[in-house]
């Protein structure tokens, strides 16, 4: 069971804002509103559950190093295969691809550190809270 508990204002890719719960929630000194990450795709007016789960320093080094890493090779491949296409120079198709993509994955790693790396802990929507059905027999 989770401790924090909170109904999802908005969805913005992976992350969602959360208006936390205070009368539901378990947990102390609890801000009005967190920002989360959003792994099981929860939809605004959801009620979810939040937990605080700390970052792995391994798998945080990789994603800060890894991305840029990858978003070269993707523009080096992505230039190629346009030039190709287009039966062009491949140099400037090259460097187009890889400022274009190096650029995508800086912005998503400068992302990430700002969220994970300096808190070293992190909200993260774990479960979604079913409302409880009533079935009136009638009588």
Request: proline share 4%.
């Amino acid at each position: 069971m989770t401790e924090i508990k909170g109904i999802v204002l908005k969805r913005s890719g992976e992350r969602a804002q959360v208006k936390v719960d205070k009368t539901k929630s378990t947990a102390t000194n609890l801000p009005k509103y967190l920002d989360c990450w959003n792994p099981i795709n929860a939809k605004p007016g959801d009620n979810v559950g939040i937990e605080y789960q700390e970052m792995d320093d391994r798998k945080m080094k990789m994603i800060m190093y890894g991305f840029p890493v990858l978003g070269v090779i993707a523009g080096i491949t992505s230039g190629i295969s346009m030039a190709d296409f287009f039966h062009m120079d491949k140099l400037w198709f090259v460097v187009g691809g890889v400022v274009i993509w190096l650029a995508v994955a800086l912005t998503y790693a400068r992302t990430f550190k700002r969220d994970a790396i300096r808190q070293g802990t992190q909200p993260v929507i774990v479960e979604l809270e079913v409302a409880k059905m009533v079935i009136d027999t009638g009588k």
